[in-house]
């Protein structure tokens, strides 16, 4: 926090969309902004070491919220004294106080990893600041903010597109991975060629598996039309679907084979003498217990799952990797950040969201290692 103050370049200034950057330190930006930021390090820095973790990582989370607030509310006036068509963006330095930021949060979430529900309001009590702040219209002459501006119906299209693949790969990645956990501890005939399959998959590289898919698929819709008709071709959706699916398998088969795995025998005995059957067992004990164990399994799938979904626009599948793509096509970084700053933000906010519901539905005097990835 303290080096993004002392940086010249808190913003940058362009006189057009694609000239050259100019910086703007944060003092030009607001004295009063630099002081409060000053308190904000300040204040981080003695409530570590007061042990006060939760409002550490409050403090840290805030700070950059102040700091694009800061950003958004001098826009106007800094690109007014540059010319007509200027341009404002956030530079080293806020990106650097946004670090600073999302450190200090881990760092509190790590000490707070026994409270997850203190752990996942430190993420997203800063996002809904963030939203908030969105919301009111401060931030609207920053650079990136004009390039939503002119794609605002194309956004909230590809970001309902980008929700919608990597929501459907996970469920029916948790509709085929849970079963294959549970077949794979029952079984060791099933167990190796399972988790050599889901291994597998996991090292080949995205846009490796996007491409491997394309021609199969695009033979299936062409001598099947019914499936044209579906939409499933080489490109689009369908490959894009595909493909995480197989990516979701792996956290989902492990942590669902590892948690009934770790299951006390004497507790699953217990259970058929009081006259359960193998399917009683199954829904009434075992479920139960490992449930914490599948949902971390699955919230690392739902993560991987927002971030590769980007990878997707380079098949004409679409989300929000299509501005990635498009403003590094177009070198606009603006147009870059506006799509990977909601992919970075919706990660934190379903991690967040995934911790919350372990955290309710872990049942009380059970103790369980939930892996934090």
Do not use: C
């Amino acid at each position: 926090m303290l080096l993004s103050i002392l940086l010249p370049g808190f913003l940058s200034v362009k006189e057009t969309r694609i000239s050259a950057a100019l910086p703007v330190s944060l003092a030009r930006v607001s004295v009063i902004g630099l002081v409060v930021l000053l308190a904000f390090s300040g204040v981080t820095i003695l409530l570590s070491f007061s042990g006060y973790y939760f409002l550490m990582g409050l403090a840290g989370g805030l700070a950059p919220v102040y700091g694009f607030f800061l950003a958004g509310s001098s826009a106007v006036q800094i690109a007014s004294e540059t010319g007509p068509f200027a341009r404002v963006s956030p530079s080293t330095g806020l990106w650097i106080l946004l670090l600073a930021g999302y450190v200090v949060v881990f760092a509190a979430r790590r000490k707070l990893k026994d409270k997850r529900i203190l752990s996942s309001l430190l993420v997203l009590i800063p996002i809904a600041s963030f939203a908030v702040l969105l919301g009111s219209g401060t931030l609207r002459e920053l650079a990136i903010m004009k390039e939503y501006a002119n794609r605002s119906d194309r956004f909230l299209e590809e970001m309902a597109r980008h929700l919608l693949i990597a929501g459907g790969a996970v469920v029916a990645g948790v509709i085929i991975g849970v079963p294959l956990g549970v077949a794979a501890n029952r079984s060791p005939k099933v167990e190796k060629p399972v988790f050599g399959v889901v291994n597998f998959i996991q090292t080949i590289p995205s846009i490796a598996l996007f491409g491997l898919l394309i021609a199969p698929l695009s033979y299936l819709s062409r001598s099947l039309p019914f499936l044209r008709e579906l939409g499933i071709t080489g490109v689009g959706w369908a490959p894009a679907m595909i493909a995480l699916v197989l990516y979701s398998l792996l956290p989902i088969v492990r942590n669902t084979y590892s948690s009934l795995k770790v299951i006390p025998a004497d507790t699953v005995e217990a259970a058929r003498a009081m006259g359960m059957s193998r399917l009683q067992v199954l829904g009434k004990v075992e479920i139960p217990i490992s449930l914490p164990v599948v949902l971390a399994g699955v919230r690392t799938a739902a993560v991987q799952a927002v971030g590769n979904t980007t990878m997707a626009a380079l098949i004409g599948a679409g989300g929000l990797g299509v501005f990635v793509f498009q403003g590094l096509g177009q070198a606009a970084m603006d147009l870059v950040l506006l799509g990977a700053l909601p992919i970075v933000a919706l990660a934190l906010i379903v991690d967040s969201l995934m911790q919350l519901l372990i955290a309710i539905l872990t049942p009380r005097g059970l103790v369980s290692e939930v892996a934090d990835d």
